[in-house]
């Protein structure tokens, strides 16, 4: 740990407070990207994603062929999680917002090509594929 490092952690403990779901599945909303977390051979994996929330859904595009559909391919309706968050280190102030549900491929034509538009993938390759997470239960906490 550096010197910086060491006055990041003499600041003041922050409290938290507990968001309502509709609020952390807004903050979800106006983050570029989160984190996916699923099960790839019988591990706990995650990926970073950047998404849109649409019509109370998480959506994003993703590599047919890699982690992701992957590890939800053997499964229907698997369970996964979503988390973005935004902490500034030096203040300790921010939000962290959680989102899990079953993870569906999009597959109605009209979807896939308003995803094809609306996300524009940040890794390079082919990102054919559109998951769509129905959160059942969206939770977040604020730190003030």
Do not use: C
């Not at 309502?20 to 699923?38: C, D, K, N, T």
């Not at 979503?82 to 597959?107: H, K, M, N, S, Y």
């Amino acid at each position: 740990m550096g010197p910086e490092s060491a006055r990041e952690d003499e600041g003041e403990p922050r409290h938290t407070r507990e968001l309502p779901s509709a609020e952390a599945l807004r903050l979800l909303a106006g983050a570029s990207y989160g984190r996916i977390v699923f099960t790839l051979d019988a591990t706990p994996t995650l990926r970073v994603v950047n998404h849109v929330v649409d019509d109370g859904r998480i959506v994003f595009r993703t590599h047919p062929a890699g982690g992701i559909a992957a590890g939800l391919a053997p499964f229907e309706n698997a369970v996964v999680a979503f988390e973005a968050d935004q902490i500034d280190a030096a203040t300790r102030l921010g939000w962290t917002a959680i989102a899990t549900g079953p993870a569906r491929p999009v597959t109605d034509v009209d979807e896939l090509v308003k995803y094809t538009r609306l996300l524009a993938p940040w890794a390079a390759g082919p990102r054919h594929a559109v998951i769509a997470i129905e959160p059942r239960t969206v939770t977040g906490m604020r730190l003030e």
